[in-house]
T-cell receptor
Framework: ETGVTQSPTHLIKTRGQQVTLRCSSQSGHNTVSWYQQALGQGPQFIFQ???????GRGNFPPRFSGLQFPNYSSELNVNALELDDSALYLC???????????????FGPGTRLTVL | SQQGEEDPQALSIQEGENATMNCSYK?????LQWYRQNSGRGLVHLILIRSNEREKHSGRLRVTLDTSKKSSSLLITASRAADTASYFCATEAFTGANSKLTFGKGITLSVRP
């Protein structure tokens, strides 16, 4: 069984650029959640995708967008990068049915984004 | 916004000692979870306690939940140097058709050999 993987590991961009981060969910999982973790802070929920549709969103502007593909892998896109976007971006997959049942989220190693 | 607030922010203990970490939260929850993170990398799920449970054990871990006080504690017994990491509590609440984890700022635990 393959765990959650993310690419790239590290990324350096400049203000105003756009970035795409990728996440491959664990085998059998149909839900992917993305989190942003600034230095010294806890992860903050960006959004969640369930069966290719956005299934909830945190307090992030529209320039943060995402996709989920038929194989349940996912992308996080950030447009018009700002310095404050520098953070560790984590994705987590689960076999959630988006109902009230808890399903453990398995986290990937993260992508460290630096915006200069 | 962060729901959970961990206490203390940093903890340094000697190997073999017990480590107690606390978490407080603000709103109603379905469950509370504790995670570990090594060196700013991915999060590892440690233990989950549901809102109708008061105590749970897993190996050297013991977690308690007091919903009346909106607080939880994580106890790591007989700590090891390998337990050195950041620990986060996260609350899960179901709103409509989705669920999300809301994390605290974390506790940095250092276990001295």
């Amino acid at each position: 069984e393959t765990g959650v993987t993310q690419s790239p590991t590290h990324l350096i961009k400049t203000r105003g650029q756009q970035v795409t981060l990728r996440c491959s969910s664990q085998s059998g999982h149909n839900t992917v959640s993305w989190y942003q973790q600034a230095l010294g802070q806890g992860p903050q929920f960006i959004f969640q995708y369930y069966r290719e549709e956005e299934n909830g969103r945190g307090n992030f502007p529209p320039r943060f967008s995402g996709l989920q593909f038929p194989n349940y892998s996912s992308e996080l896109n950030v447009n018009a990068l700002e310095l404050d976007d520098s953070a560790l971006y984590l994705c987590a997959s689960s076999s959630g049915t988006h109902t009230s049942s808890y399903n453990e989220q398995f986290f990937g190693p993260g992508t460290r984004l630096t915006v200069l | 916004s962060q729901q959970g607030e961990e206490d203390p922010q940093a903890l340094s203990i000697q190997e073999g000692e017990n480590a107690t970490m606390n978490c407080s939260y603000k709103t109603s929850i379905n469950n509370l979870q504790w995670y570990r993170q090594n060196s700013g990398r991915g999060l590892v799920h440690l233990i989950l306690i549901r809102s109708n449970e008061r105590e749970k054990h897993s190996g050297r871990l013991r977690v308690t939940l007091d919903t009346s006080k909106k607080s939880s504690s994580l106890l790591i017994t007989a700590s090891r140097a390998a337990d050195t990491a950041s620990y986060f509590c996260a609350t899960e609440a179901f709103t409509g058709a989705n669920s999300k984890l809301t994390f605290g700022k974390g506790i940095t635990l250092s276990v001295r050999p």
